[in-house]
């Protein structure tokens, strides 16, 4: 990273935060990650080119990285976050678990669910994970060339498995 955007980095740190926050809208909760995630994007880059290195020019290109990180889903932020944290909400909402304790930690509630996840056979594993990314119970039996009512069979299974052990630990 360049000497002149580090020391940017360092003395405006709040005000792209804020414009992170702008960026991020409704999630306020990722507006401390994308733009942290953004800084260490920018550290690994070995040569950043730009026409100058004034204050605006330096806003202007990190404000862009950090658009083009939240908007996009071929960004590395989205494989990297993004797409990670979807599939932890799918579970939850494909599992359909509820819980009477309103100050229960969601994050604790992901691990459990997870940890119930690992324990599952691999093949209802592998059939769980397709489905969560392909989001259909025929594209799963296409792509596997196991028959869909096979698949859904597994599929009921796999949701039944870990939405009992996962109550039973709440």
């Not at 260490?40 to 026409?51: F, M, Q, S, V």
């Not at 990314?133 to 796999?158: C, F, W």
Request: charged residues 30%; hydrophobic residues 35%.
């Amino acid at each position: 990273m360049r000497k002149e955007i580090e020391c940017f980095i360092t003395t405006n740190y709040y005000e792209l935060l804020n414009i992170s926050k702008k960026i991020v809208k409704d999630n306020q909760q990722w507006a401390q990650d994308l733009l942290h995630f953004v800084i260490l994007e920018l550290y690994e880059k070995d040569d950043i080119k730009l026409h100058s290195f004034d204050k605006d020019t330096i806003k202007y290109y990190i404000t862009t990285i950090m658009r083009l990180n939240w908007y996009s889903k071929t960004s590395q932020w989205y494989y990297k976050v993004m797409r990670e944290h979807k599939v932890h909400v799918e579970l939850k909402d494909y599992l359909n678990i509820s819980y009477q304790d309103e100050k229960f930690e969601t994050e604790l509630l992901f691990e459990i669910m997870e940890t119930e996840y690992t324990e599952l056979s691999w093949f209802h594993k592998s059939i769980l994970d397709m489905y969560l990314m392909l989001n259909s119970v025929s594209d799963v039996s296409e792509h596997t060339g196991v028959p869909y009512n096979t698949v859904k069979r597994y599929l009921i299974q796999a949701r039944k498995q870990v939405k009992e052990n996962t109550l039973k630990k709440i």
